[in-house]
T-cell receptor
Framework: GQQLNQSPQSMFIQEGEDVSMNCTSSSIFNTWLWYKQDPGEGPVLLIALYKAGELTSNGRLTAQFGITRKDSFLNISASIPSDVGIYFCAGRTQKLVFGQGTRLTINP | DGGITQSPKYLFRKEGQNVTLSCEQNLNHDAMYWYRQDPGQGLRLIYYSQIVNDFQKGDIAEGYSVSREKKESFPLTVTSAQKNPTAFYLC???????????FGPGTRLLVL
């Protein structure tokens, strides 16, 4: 079946640093979604991408729909303590498939 | 405010007991989903429903059951057949099947 490889699995950074994470697959997707999950809470939608090559921002977050339609990238600029959490990508064709998540830890 | 609610936040189950997790949405969404999340893991699909009175098994349906008698509600029952029920359970909904999903706050189930 379809699988998403999300990397890195975890990141330990200093406050103020920029963050980059990505999801890749051997399958083509027509929608990419990025969610953030705080501890003990449900995932919250950050950014939705619907077109190959699309670049969308939400505050300090920027996500891109890869031109091959097989990957997507999420960048966070100037990280702050409240960015801590788990970030999930999800790709959609016939159904929605989730990545395993990237756990972000920030040292103040 | 529109949204998805799950109750309770924490639930304890004794051996051999069935428990039911509630999920309600007032977003007027047709599709609803249940996921299981284990510590440090991603989301695994248990059951999904495209429309009222319809539901389908996901990837890990064994030991679980659902009903969809109302558009707003999609309760999940964890039966005694589920031998490892301790997990975080997430409910989600979308306008139509497999469109962008919005999640509830989750229920953490613990076995005594």
């Amino acid at each position: 079946g379809q699988q998403l490889n999300q990397s890195p699995q975890s990141m330990f950074i200093q406050e103020g640093e920029d963050v980059s994470m990505n999801c890749t697959s051997s399958s083509i997707f027509n929608t990419w979604l990025w969610y953030k999950q705080d501890p003990g809470e449900g995932p919250v939608l950050l950014i939705a991408l619907y077109k190959a090559g699309e670049l969308t921002s939400n505050g300090r977050l920027t996500a891109q729909f890869g031109i091959t339609r097989k990957d997507s990238f999420l960048n966070i600029s100037a990280s702050i303590p409240s960015d801590v959490g788990i970030y999930f990508c999800a790709g959609r064709t016939q159904k929605l498939v989730f990545g395993q998540g990237t756990r972000l830890t920030i040292n103040p | 405010d529109g949204g998805i609610t799950q109750s309770p936040k924490y639930l304890f189950r004794k051996e051999g007991q069935n428990v039911t997790l509630s999920c309600e949405q007032n977003l007027n969404h047709d599709a609803m989903y249940w996921y299981r999340q284990d510590p440090g893991q991603g989301l695994r699909l248990i059951y999904y429903s495209q429309i009222v009175n319809d539901f389908q098994k996901g990837d890990i349906a064994e030991g679980y059951s659902v009903s969809r008698e109302k558009k707003e509600s999609f309760p999940l029952t964890v039966t005694s057949a589920q031998k490892n029920p301790t997990a975080f359970y997430l409910c989600a909904s979308s306008t139509t099947l497999w469109e962008t999903q919005y999640f509830g706050p989750g229920t953490r189930l613990l076995v005594l």
